[in-house]
């Protein structure tokens, strides 16, 4: 199955095009901004020190999806989670269960993560994170 | 649209937000807009350092939608010209702004103590600043407010070192460690309102009104980021790509400008600076350029063996020019040295450079003594000047009080106008290219290089008259209004023509055709330039430091005749425009 990766983070120069595809990514309804963002370029306390990428490593049992009370996040098969919008409450348990915080709050209080769909990796334009296959 | 204006005000500690829908569609944003807010809020004859200064931050439309349109325009009365002062970042200032849900942000009166603010979507908090203050280097208080504030990613922080707190009249302020809004004093403005650093972050989101297109002159605009050679140059080298050129058109000013071409200029060039201490590349938000370069410097405790400390400079060309060929610095690690202490006290680099390489002649040539430098000051020595840095901050003796104010305030106390390098009272850039160059920095609105890049214009067209100098300079002039008011960076703009910000827009529901942008431009620069004039500016107060016609440029020996015939048909253009 195909996954986003990181391919070398001492790349990274902190440019956020990643975060910025993110919002983009629905053909439909893209957004300007980072509020769904659900990947998040740091700095090592400065980014002289180098950088790190945030965003959901689709984990096999994922907690996040284990605390919510209302069925929005649901592990998905092979890794990850399925986030329906609809059923969020907003709560932030999520938040709170990620060992990665890669679980952002969005402008509205919903949720936003990553779901592996890739739209960012063709926007990387220094190779830190790509999107390939990856044994489940 | 974004159409939002935050106006905090210190002296009561309060602040409202206003929607201006007919000031953004008017005037696009940043540079056009910020004219605008200062007729507004400020009056002309306010002392610079009075709280009755203004600091408007504007940002533009183009942010955060597109790539290389994330800068944020700073305006304010500057106090190192008395005149108008712009500044322009990138960093992260811009995209954080809008984040926040904010087209501009003004800032009015003076904190009775030191605060610093966090802008955090509709809400500021003023926090406490007392223990900020006084901690001279503005890395450190960098590092001290982002363990205290969130947004880790996304924030921005723009804040003063000691430069800024003393009132150093070209102190700067530094925006996520490595841009500025270095010219012309923002950071003695800060100061003076008792203001430590502004934080801003947010999560708004905005909607294009068609988003197919929306997404399809996005991806061209990458495409041709990415693809074109349009800017290779920022990408491999820098903007230290220039020094060698530069140098060997005889245009690099060296030693006060003694010289225009620095026999070390290898040295310090960009092509050596990547061979040797190149560390690593970074970039502003929603750039994928990263011309930011860092140099990776290691020095030795000398009386430690095995013990170093490697710290990362950003460099540019300019500070090449200003730490190092100005003032004889051949020696990579020595100019690295510079600029780091310059980074630490929040000065900008330029002004600095220029200062230093004055007080040096002023030395030389005895106008000055070491009672007053306290340091022996001779081209080349870095030690000296390091120290001397450290004074412009401490300002122990009347000399650097003097010395902090500006050159052109140093000269007139101690003499030596004539090789006293400033413009309108700013210190001049690094290119003793011609004529052009000249007249950039005596009429340009913010005495910048690149405001008209007459820099650019000599070396591309040699056998111009006086008037069409000033026609060219004016027409570059009057359509970088329409870029910083986007705000695009200046670096993008071969990459954003007329049409193809039309065609940005046009998603983002504000509709402007080419031309149209092109005439608001010519009306931005009106509007600044009687903005420019209230605030006292008067082109015949203007005087041109006489080492500029002794030194040979690009274009040889220049003619005072020249530029006085450029500046009377310049008087006669401005006076028709206003």
Redesign the interface.
């Known amino acids: 199955m195909k996954r986003l990766v990181v391919e070398d983070i001492e790349k990274c120069v902190g440019c956020g095009l990643c975060m910025f595809a993110c919002s983009r990514r629905s053909a439909k309804n893209p957004e300007i901004g980072n509020s769904s963002s659900a990947i998040l370029p740091v700095s090592l306390s400065g980014f002289e020190r180098g950088a790190t990428v945030i965003f959901c490593r689709a984990c096999e049992e994922p907690p996040c999806a284990q605390v919510c009370p209302s069925g929005a996040l649901k592990p998905k098969k092979g890794g990850g989670v399925v986030y329906v919008e609809n059923l969020c409450l907003g709560c932030h348990y999520c938040v709170e269960a990620c060992t990665l915080n890669a679980i952002f709050v969005r402008e509205d209080g919903k949720i936003a993560v990553c779901i592996h769909c890739g739209y960012c990796a063709d926007y990387c334009p220094h190779g830190v994170i790509a999107y390939k296959e990856v044994e489940a | 649209m974004r159409d939002a204006v935050l106006i905090i005000d210190l002296d009561n500690y309060t602040y409202e937000v206003e929607h201006r829908p007919e000031l953004f569609e008017k005037w696009l944003g940043g540079t056009g807009v910020a004219v605008q807010l200062m007729r507004e809020h400020m009056n002309p004859k306010a002392d610079p350092l009075s709280p009755e200064n203004v600091i408007v931050f504007a940002t533009g439309p183009l942010t ?2 597109y ?1 290389l349109a994330s800068k944020t325009v700073a305006m304010f009365k500057s106090p190192l010209t008395g005149n108008l002062g712009e500044s322009h970042a990138g960093g ?1 200032t811009a ?1 954080s702004i ?2 926040a849900g904010y087209g501009a942000i003004v800032i009015k009166g003076a904190s009775k103590k030191p605060v610093y603010l966090v802008v955090e979507n509709d809400k500021v908090y003023f926090r406490d600043g007392r223990v900020l203050w006084g901690i001279p280097d503005s890395l450190i208080v ?2 001290i407010i ?1 363990e205290n504030e969130p947004g ?3 924030r921005t922080m723009m804040r003063i070192g000691g430069a800024g707190e003393k009132l150093v009249r070209y102190s700067c302020v530094t925006t996520e ?2 841009r500025h809004f270095g010219r012309l004093g923002l950071g003695a403005v800060f100061g003076s309102k008792k203001l430590k650093a502004l934080i801003v972050r947010g ?6 009104t068609d ?2 297109k ?2 399809e002159v ?1 991806d061209e605009i ?1 495409k041709i980021a ?1 693809e074109s050679d349009a800017m290779k140059k920022y990408h491999l080298l820098g903007t230290a790509a220039n020094v060698i050129p530069l140098n060997e058109l005889k245009a690099l000013p060296t030693r006060n400008l003694k010289a225009a071409r620095f026999e070390r200029a290898e040295d310090i060039s960009g092509e050596a600076l990547a061979e040797y201490n190149l ?10 350029v ?1 011309c ?1 370069h ?1 140099a990776a410097l290691r020095l030795p405790y000398e009386n430690e063996p095995y013990f170093f400390r490697t710290i ?1 400079i950003s460099y540019d060309y300019e500070l090449i020019y200003s730490l190092g060929s100005m003032l004889g610095i051949g020696n990579r690690d020595d100019l690295l040295r510079l600029i780091h202490r310059v980074e630490t006290y929040g000065l900008d680099a330029m002004s600095t450079g220029v200062c230093l390489a004055w007080a040096t002649e002023a030395l030389e040539r005895g106008i000055v003594g070491e009672k007053d430098t306290l340091v022996k000051l001779a081209f080349g020595d870095v030690e000296g000047y390091l120290k001397a840095i450290d004074f412009i901050y401490e300002q122990p003796t009347e000399f650097y009080k003097h010395l902090a104010m500006g050159v052109s305030h140093a000269a007139e106390v101690y003499g030596g106008k004539e090789f006293a390098l400033a413009f309108g009272g700013n210190e001049m850039p690094g290119y003793h290219t011609g004529y052009a160059a000249v007249l950039n920095y005596l009429i340009g609105m913010r005495h910048s290089h690149l405001d008209s890049a007459g820099y650019s214009l000599d070396q591309k067209a040699k056998e111009l008259s006086p008037e069409e100098t000033i026609d060219r300079l004016i027409e570059e002039e009057s359509w970088r209004q329409t870029l910083s008011s986007l705000v695009v960076c200046f670096f993008a703009r071969g990459i954003y023509t007329p049409e193809v910000i039309s065609k940005a827009l046009e998603p ?1 529901s504000h509709s402007i055709s080419p031309d149209e942008l092109k005439k608001l431009g010519n009306e931005i620069y009106r509007e600044k330039a009687r903005l420019k004039v209230d605030l006292g500016f008067n082109l015949d107060e203007l005087s041109i430091p006489k080492r500029i016609f002794e030194t040979p440029s690009l274009h040889g020996k220049l003619s005072e005749d020249f530029v006085r015939k450029a500046l009377d048909y310049y008087r006669k253009k401005l006076r028709e425009m206003l």
């Open positions: 955060p939608a790539p992260r995209v809008a984040a960098g590092r982002a880790r990613g996304t460690t490595y999560r708004k989101k905005y909607l294009p988003a197919k929306y997404r996005y990458y990415i560390g690593r590349r970074i970039a502003c938000s929603h750039c994928p990263a930011i860092l990362m983002l």
